[in-house]
């Protein structure tokens, strides 16, 4: 199970840290992604980490402005979220997947995900 939180109202240009804890004690054999749904939007691909070489991507929107980290110790994953703008309002998910994953179906493949968090919500004011 994923528990997500951190959301919020911010102003633009302001930041926001989400977090994403997770249940059980095999989280670090999971890659860690985050997506977001604006309203009347698809859910979209953020940020990802992987399991093992924590390598991460970032879609084209987000780069040089959001930073995914995980603590495995703490089992959870985060979302640094800077200089942000209203068009980064949505709610947030956060996902787990374990089988090993192409960047390709981890950006564009939500099916392959093994388990979604609530989502949290980020609304950004201009």
């Known amino acids: 199970q994923l528990q997500a939180s951190g959301g919020g109202l911010v102003q633009a240009g302001g930041s926001l840290r989400l977090s994403c804890a997770a249940s059980g004690r095999t989280f670090e054999n999971y890659s860690m992604s985050w997506f977001r749904q604006a309203p009347g939007k698809e859910r979209e691909f953020v940020a990802t980490?992987?399991?093992?070489?924590?390598?991460?991507y970032y879609a084209d929107s987000v780069k040089g402005r959001f930073t995914i980290s995980r603590d495995n110790a703490k089992n959870t994953v985060y979302l640094q979220m800077n200089t942000l703008k209203p068009e980064d309002t949505a709610v947030f998910y956060c996902?787990?997947?374990?089988?090993?994953?192409?960047?390709?179906?981890?950006?564009?493949?939500?099916?392959?995900?093994?388990?979604w968090g609530q989502g949290t919500q980020v609304t950004v004011s201009s």
């Open positions: 996902a787990a997947v374990m089988a090993e994953s192409s960047p390709r179906d981890i950006m564009r493949n939500p099916s392959i995900y093994n388990y």
């Open positions: 980490i992987f399991r093992y070489s924590g390598i991460t």
